[in-house]
């Protein structure tokens, strides 16, 4: 049963924009804390930022004032918009779904999507 399913990835140019989507079904789209992580060949899956169910936001301080979380409740649905891209945003995207709000550790996340890529150009 599929719970997470991520979109709008892609490849752009250094400075373009991206809209990631993260459709929640199941007992995903019930989970009190939703989150995009992003992995790069041989790194570690990196916390990128969080949104809990009343709204309260968190983001890691490189994506800070160019990417943006946020949620419509009514589709199930988890957005990040990334402004500004860098070659350094490339990776494979995440979303993922758990209980505990803004936790920055993959594993505190029950359910995760299957990824979709991002490639910035320079």
């Known amino acids: 049963q599929v719970m997470l399913v991520e979109s709008g990835g892609g490849s752009v140019q250094a400075g373009e924009s991206l809209r990631l989507s993260c459709a929640a079904s199941?007992?995903?789209?019930?989970?009190?804390?939703m989150a995009w992580f992003r992995q790069a060949p041989g790194n570690e899956r990196e916390w990128v930022a969080a949104?809990?169910?009343?709204?309260?936001?968190r983001a890691t301080d490189s994506v800070k004032g160019r990417f943006a979380i946020t949620k419509d409740d009514a589709k199930n649905t988890l957005y990040l918009q990334m402004n500004s891209l860098k070659p350094e945003d490339t990776a494979m995207y995440y979303c993922a779904a758990g209980d505990r709000s803004l936790s920055r550790r993959p594993n505190e996340y029950h359910y995760w999507g299957q990824g979709t890529q991002v490639t910035v150009f320079s």
């Open positions: 949104i809990t169910t009343g709204g309260l936001i």
């Open positions: 199941g007992a995903a789209a019930s989970r009190n804390a």
